[in-house]
Structure formats: C-alpha cells, structure tokens
C-alpha cells in the first residue's frame, strides 16, 4: 500500500509512503488516497485528518511524471481523463472535506505536493521545506488546481510569479505568503499538527464542518452571495446538539459569575 494510515484516537495520520519516489503522486496513490478519504467521512468517530509524506526529504514531489507520460502519448482526451481530472478530484475533495485536513509538510512539497497543500485547509511545514510549482519547465501550466488556487490564496502577482518561474520558496516564505500556517523544527511537525487537530476538535464536529463548508463554499463569491452561504451554515448548526450543548455552556457561566 502506498497510504499508510494511523489513528490515534479522534485523528487519522495518512503518509504517502513512496518515500523513495520522494512520495510522487501516481495514479494507484491518488485513488488510494481517495478511498481512505472516503472511508474517514464515512465514520463520525475520526474528527480530523494530518496528512503528510514518509521520510524527511518531500512531503510530495508531485504527479509520477512516467504515469503522466503515458497518459501524455494517448493525447489530450485520455491525459485529461486519466491525469488531470484525477488530480481535481483529489484536491476538490480535499478542499471540500467536512473534516479538517492538516497537511504536515515534512519536505519538499512540489507540482502536485504544492496543490494538494493549497487545497488543504490548513497546513504546518517543518522548516527546510521548500514549495515550488515547476509545472512549467514540463510544457504545461499546473493541472491540480494550482493555476486557480495559489492565486485566490497568496495574490495573482505572488502566484504568477510561482507558476511562471517555476522557483522553489523556502518554508519561511510559504509562511509568510499564507501558504502554511506555521514554520516548526522537524521534530515537532507531527506534534504542531495534532495540536492544531486538538484545538480544533474540542468543538462541535457539527460546528466545525459548518465552519469549513462556509469559508469553502464562500470565500470567492460575491460578498451578499457569500453571505448567503453563511447563514444557510448557521440554519443548519440550529438544531444540533452542538448549538444546545455551547448555548447552555455559555449561559451556566454566565449565571455563576454573578
């Protein structure tokens, strides 16, 4: 199996486990890491994900250029419905899990390795990664969502400049632009990432998939459309235990501070 996957407790760790491939990302990867995903949504007792790469040196090298080759030799229609349209499907449902996803970049995080970061909703690097969208040195522009990603996130002149040189960024850079949310040595990269899981997941599991589906669904609409999906989140939290539990919580508090 190329998805290693461990649970402790509320959280699952998948590790691409291709380490000597810098853990690229071919096709029986993808749909393995597909079906695990799957698998986790199904059970309501997992509460968030880290996902991260064997070995210190990459956290993902990207796609498995022999994999894209063949595809590439077929033509365009079957290299967009072997590669490219696997790749969106990872990413989309990454972007769109109900359950927090920490991407633990424990390397370098290239092409596809960069893409599926992009799509996570959080990610912590350790502090010799590197980023780097070297699509174009292949002939092509990034084909899993990078070209339409890592602009809405880090600015179009940032983004541009990423896509268009093909440069690798440090980890302290990726930081800076808003790629990841922490730099941590790499000792403590699992750790970082299961105490970010931890502060999450002491929350309502109803509150937090509400929470993701709004900042998803609309962070690139117009405002009253945005909007819009906020308040069609917060309808849905009403009935729940969650809103019931925290409610009571808050007003408990309250009466015993007076």
Do not use: W
């Not at 070209?147 to 541009?160: D, F, I, M, Y």
């Amino acid at each position: 199996m190329t998805i290693r996957s461990e649970r402790d407790q509320h959280v699952v760790t998948l590790t691409i486990d291709r380490e000597k491939k810098l853990n690229a990302l071919d096709y029986p990867t993808i749909d393995a890491l597909l079906a695990e995903l799957d698998r986790i949504d199904a059970d309501d007792t997992v509460r968030a994900v880290i996902l991260t790469g064997a070995g210190q040196r990459a956290f993902s090298a990207g796609a498995d250029i022999p994999s894209l080759a063949a595809s590439i030799a077929g033509g365009p229609e079957r290299a967009l419905r072997e590669f490219v349209r696997r790749g969106h499907a990872l990413t989309r449902r990454i972007e769109e899990f109900p359950k927090p996803i920490i991407v633990a970049v424990n390397g370098l995080a290239y092409g596809g390795g960069c893409e599926v970061t992009e799509a996570a909703p959080l990610a912590v690097a350790v502090e010799h990664a590197t980023f780097a969208k070297p699509e174009i040195s292949l002939g092509f522009p990034p084909p899993f969502g990078g070209s339409q990603r890592l602009p809405r996130h880090v600015g179009r002149k940032r983004g541009l400049e990423l896509i268009l040189t093909g440069d690798p960024i440090p980890a302290a850079r990726a930081e800076q632009i808003g790629l990841v949310n922490a730099v941590v040595p790499a000792g403590e990269l699992l750790s970082a990432a299961r105490d970010l899981a931890d502060r999450i997941t002491r929350h309502a599991p109803t509150a937090v998939a509400a929470c993701l589906r709004a900042v998803t669904r609309g962070i690139n609409l117009p405002i009253d459309e945005g909007l819009a999906v906020e308040a069609a989140a917060f309808a849905a939290t009403v009935p729940t235990e969650g809103v019931r539990d925290g409610v009571r919580r808050f007003l408990d508090r309250t009466s015993a501070s007076r």
